[in-house]
Nanobody
Framework: QVRLVESGGGLVQPGMSLRLTCTAS????????MAWFRQAPGKEREIAAA????????HYSDSVKGRFTISKDSAANTLFLDMNSLKPEDTAVYYC??????????????WGQGTQVTVSS
């Protein structure tokens, strides 16, 4: 049974950084497209960043481009999201997802339970 477990969320001040981690079980991260989605209160879930199964190509939403970096560690079977220069509008539940025929849009087949990121002074 595929399992994706996110960690690394928390409360930070504007301008600070966080690293989110998604550890996969029964799924090899180097064989699937993967993505980080986020859902802010009262808003629809949106894709923040995505990466192809090879890891060679990444996609970012305009709102995070230049501040967030998505990457994979095949040896650890883990997906990362490095978030810099965080803004209050980045506050959301962040979800790890895997397996899609259209990596930068979805839909995705497998989902984690989410981790809360709150950016506030």
């Amino acid at each position: 049974q595929v399992r994706l477990v996110e960690s690394g969320g928390g409360l930070v001040q504007p301008g600070m950084s966080l690293r989110l981690t998604c550890t996969a079980s029964e799924l090899a991260v180097n064989k699937y497209p993967m993505a980080w989605f986020r859902q802010a209160p009262g808003k629809e879930r949106e894709i923040a960043a995505a990466i192809t199964w090879t890891g060679m190509t990444q996609h970012y939403s305009d709102s995070v481009k230049g501040r967030f970096t998505i990457s994979k560690d095949s040896a650890a079977n883990t997906l990362f999201l490095d978030m810099n220069s965080l803004k209050p509008e980045d506050t959301a539940v962040y979800y790890c997802a895997a397996g899609s025929s259209n990596y930068d849009k979805g839909p995705y087949n497998y989902w984690g339970q989410g981790t809360q990121v709150t950016v506030s002074s």
